[in-house]
């Protein structure tokens, strides 16, 4: 594995939005913050067993490319500011 992290994505189910209800509400208040600091509405999210997020900026993620390598969008993964805001607490 040289280190690097690999994942098995053929389970997951759980994206975007979908993902980001599993996390804790601590979890979900801290990812509004950084949201909210960062001037961002969009965040990419996928739950497989935690839920892994990127706001978007920078190189996509191992998660963010292997999931795109086995067939699924980007815009799967992408859930809104306002979308997370309105989770019930």
Avoid at 39 to 60: D, P
Wanted: proline fraction near 3%.
């Amino acid at each position: 594995m040289n280190g690097q992290l690999t994942l098995s994505l053929e389970h997951h189910r759980l994206t975007g939005i979908n993902a980001v209800a599993q996390m804790d509400p601590y979890m979900q208040c801290r990812l509004i913050t950084a949201m909210r600091s960062k001037n961002q509405s969009t965040v990419y999210a996928l739950n497989e067993g935690c839920t892994l997020t990127w706001l978007g900026r920078g190189i996509k993620p191992v998660f963010v490319q292997e999931f795109m390598s086995n067939g699924g969008q980007l815009s799967d993964l992408a859930c809104c500011l306002d979308q997370i805001e309105a989770l019930p607490a």
